[in-house]
């Protein structure tokens, strides 16, 4: 099927500015990978150690690696998929290479079928916090209320259903009037938010226990598993691969400096990471609990802590407000791609693709959603020998462990030496020894450090 001509208007719509540029990526980027798994990941792999080299990580592979995404975005002006397809036909490649695009698409589309039912739980525990809060819950009650939600069918279908719907209705505004306005508004709220929550922590609990845990590095208690943990939650928290750099990126002006891009949302997503830790650690650890948690942390250990301390209920109406707004804009992150390929192939309006993208990815999330109740029982690979994992969990470990990081493996791959005849100093932004850098990290680190991930995750 062949392109829509009407489609080509997309490449019409611009950034209103670089700096509105960066707020989106940033606003895309941050959401529950920083705001809810990175705090329990830290915790479980050691905490300064982990961060230390997450850190790193982030500046010294997912900086070249975004700066690769965005060229190509940017000089495709089109979806993934016609990005890629733009950068074949340049560079003389083969079609296999789709497969870049491909994952950039499905990547998005599946992710956020399911990453809707972790942000209704954050939007259902929002009105929670502002109708009852969390006084008199322990350990027990606190269980309970989780299930209790998580139990139902209709109130969880209904919580994923809004959340998608109005995603979609920001998308549906285009480029400068939805999506830009969104992020400016996530942005400010989110460091003003986690700003206050860690002054609140200082004044009322301390920051010395939490610095310690943060910022003292231990590498005996990290470990080789420690350290690919910490890679593979730096290529999560950045997205990596995931569709959305490369679509945003098709919207920048030609004057636009990518290295200064990536480094001020690389630095972005580390600040938020640590303001995140502290926001959370203090509180856990002042109140004798584990910071090993995992992901029950921010949905049944936290609001026993909420329900303790002075000022809790304030503090948790903010505290899930902010997990459900991080979620929401990394949602609309999500859902961009998507409708940019839907409008390149359908005669029609962003609105009404829009809301036609999200019903398809709504229908799609049910068996993930209904696997935490009516199909709770039912494990699509057990004849395999997983005989635990329900269909939320299968494709969660499809695509964080699977699809993502053999996206950011190809995209490395077919940047750095596919279209190495075709991208150079110019594209990147990059002067030549800085381009020398990046086409070794591109060409030979990244990919080695992702194969070592990839191989890790599947063993």
Not at 141 to 150: D, H, K, V
Not at 269 to 284: E, S
Request: hydrophobic residues 55%.
């Amino acid at each position: 099927m062949a392109d829509n001509p009407a489609g080509a208007s997309r490449a019409n719509e611009q950034w209103s500015s670089r700096l509105s540029f960066i707020y989106s990526i940033g606003a895309a980027a941050i959401g529950l990978g920083t705001l809810w798994r990175f705090p329990y990941v830290a915790g479980a792999n050691g905490g300064g150690a982990f961060v230390i080299l997450y850190a790193l990580f982030v500046v010294a592979i997912c900086v070249p690696l975004m700066i690769a995404e965005m060229a190509i975005g940017r000089r495709g002006h089109g979806s993934v998929m016609a990005s890629v397809d733009a950068a074949i036909a340049a560079s003389g490649g083969s079609r296999g290479w789709r497969v870049v695009g491909l994952l950039g698409l499905l990547i998005p589309f599946f992710g956020l079928s399911y990453y809707s039912i972790v942000a209704g739980w954050a939007i259902d525990y929002s009105v929670l916090s502002v109708t009852q809060g969390f006084a008199g819950f322990d350990a027990e009650r606190s269980r309970t209320a989780f299930g209790a939600l998580t139990a139902s069918p209709v109130r969880g279908g209904l919580l994923q259903l809004g959340f998608i719907m109005a995603t979609a209705a920001v998308v549906g505004l285009g480029v400068q009037r939805g999506i830009e306005t969104v992020s400016r508004i996530k942005m400010i709220a989110l460091f003003a938010i986690l700003i206050g929550l860690v002054i609140y922590n200082a004044i009322t609990i301390g920051l010395m226990p939490s610095a310690v845990f943060l910022l003292e590095p231990d590498f005996a208690a990290l470990g080789a598993t420690g350290a690919l943990t910490a890679l593979g939650q730096a290529l999560f928290s950045t997205a990596i691969g995931a569709g959305v750099l490369m679509t945003y990126s098709a919207y920048l002006p030609a004057n636009a400096s990518l290295p200064r891009s990536s480094f001020a949302l690389a630095g972005g997503v580390i600040v938020v990471a640590l303001l995140t830790g502290f926001a959370i650690f203090p509180a856990v650890l002042a109140y004798g609990l584990k910071p090993t948690e995992g992901p029950n942390l921010i949905f049944v250990t936290l609001p026993v802590v909420f329900g303790q301390m002075a000022g809790g209920r304030i503090i948790a109406i903010f505290f899930f407000g902010l997990i459900a707004l991080g979620a929401f804009t990394t949602a609309v992150g999500m859902l961009e791609p998507v409708v940019a390929r839907l409008r390149e192939k359908l005669p029609l309006g962003r609105a009404p693709l829009a809301v036609g993208a999200g019903l398809a990815i709504w229908l799609i999330g049910l068996p993930s959603l209904l696997s935490f109740n009516i199909l709770s029982d039912v494990h699509p690979l057990a004849a395999f020998g997983l005989e635990k994992e329900t269909a939320f969990d299968l494709l969660d470990f499809t695509i964080a462990n699977l699809m993502l990081p053999a996206s950011a493996l190809m995209l490395a791959l077919f940047v750095g030496w596919r279209c190495r005849a075709i991208v150079g100093p110019g594209d990147t932004g990059l002067g030549p020894r800085g381009f020398r850098l990046w086409a070794l990290i591109i060409r030979y680190v990244a990919p080695l450090a992702i194969f070592g991930l990839a191989v890790h995750l599947l063993g």
